[in-house]
């Protein structure tokens, strides 16, 4: 089953409130051992907590990939 991004962003929001690592580890178990990790997790409940609850990431300057 492939994850999608905002299905992970959407799970994290919902786990908001809990640790970082509790949070990895529900989603982990719900759908693959590699739908986040705890850097990540970690980094998105830094966004909330700041008051940014949109799920999208900022965009970046710099050259775009080609």
Known sequence: MDVSKELVLGCLLY??????????????????DSAVNERKARHWFQKFRSGDLSLRDKAQTGRPQA
């Open 15 to 32: 786990d908001f409130g809990l640790l970082a690592a509790a949070s990895m580890c529900r989603i982990c178990q719900a759908y693959r």
